[in-house]
Every structure is written in C-alpha cells, then in structure tokens.
C-alpha cells in the first residue's frame, strides 16, 4: 500500500506522539444522576459486622472523545446519605464521619482512565470533607448510546480526617459504584 507524503507523515506523527485533538473531535457526554448512577459504601468492624449505605442525590458527568481518555467528574450531595440503619445514617451525618453541614459536598474527578488487562485503571482525585487525594480502581466502561461504567475502590477513612471509632471500626471502606446513563 502506497501512502502520499502527508499521508505517511500523518501516519508516522500518530504512531509517535499519539492521536492529536483536533477542535472537531466528536465528543459525547453522558449525564450522571440519582435516577442512573449508584454510590454505595461498606464499613466494617475488626470482630466482624457490616454495615451499607449509600448516596440518593449523585450528579456529574463522563465525557468520551473520539481517540481520547475518558473524563470522569462525579458531584456527592453528602446529605443525601443513607445506611441501614436509622440511628447509624444521623451519626454517619454527624461530625464523627461525614460532618455534612462544613461539608455537603464529596467529588471525584478523574486524571487518568487507561486500558488494563481486565477492563480500565481509573486514576483521580476525591475530596471529602475538604480534603483531597489521590485514588486508584479497577473499572470496567462501555460506552454507546448508553454508558456502563462499574468498579470498586477501597479509601482509607482516616486519609480523609475520620478518626472517630480508632479500633472499634476499620480504617477500609469499600466504595462501589455503578453507572448506567445515556447520551
């Protein structure tokens, strides 16, 4: 097969540097929100027990463009939080743990999603009660007309400033989301 000299040098370029974003790059976006997205947590305790909970009022978005990374942005309402547990849900509210009148908001943004053996590796940044880190997951993502975006991340609590329970609680909680949004 025979190439024009741009064609080859356009060719080579791509090989080398990676796809250029043109201004006309096809981008689609994809809605999250409570009716189609799902954050759930699972705390622990060292002699066995669990407790669940989740978010009801989740927002945000994931943003595909033709040849390029994924962006995922997620938006917490902190007090649309539930656990099964009455009494738990208003401690979990409270200053010990989610204190969600400072802090009524929890986000996610990604700065990486990359292909890994078995799905994606989500790299970001969280920010729950007013502190940032970074947070890495397994995650897997199909995207068309409709977007299937699941994973599992395991956040340390005291990373974050909640160190009420020391001991009696673990310090591990799962997070496990499920997103299912259309264009």
Not at 147 to 156: E, S, W
């Amino acid at each position: 097969m025979r190439f024009p000299l741009i064609g080859c040098c356009l060719l080579l370029s791509a090989m080398l540097c990676g796809p250029a974003r043109s201004a006309g790059a096809a981008e689609v976006q994809y809605r999250l929100g409570e009716a189609n997205t799902k954050v759930e947590f699972t705390g622990t305790k060292p002699g066995g027990g669990a407790h669940t909970g989740g978010f009801k009022r989740i927002g945000g978005s994931v943003v595909i463009a033709d040849g390029f990374e994924p962006r995922i942005d997620v938006d917490i309402d902190c007090d649309s939080l539930y656990s099964d547990n009455f009494l738990l849900t208003w401690h979990l509210k409270g200053n010990d743990f989610f204190a969600v009148k400072k802090h009524p908001r929890a986000r996610f943004t990604s700065t990486s999603v990359q292909r890994a053996a078995s799905g994606f590796e989500v790299t970001g940044n969280l920010t729950l009660l007013g502190v940032t880190r970074p947070v890495r997951f397994p995650a897997t993502l199909v995207a068309g007309e409709t977007l299937r975006l699941q994973g599992r991340a395991v956040i340390n609590r005291q990373d974050f400033g909640m160190t009420y329970g020391k001991g009696k609680i673990d310090d591990a909680v799962a997070v496990v989301f499920d997103v299912n949004a259309a264009r």
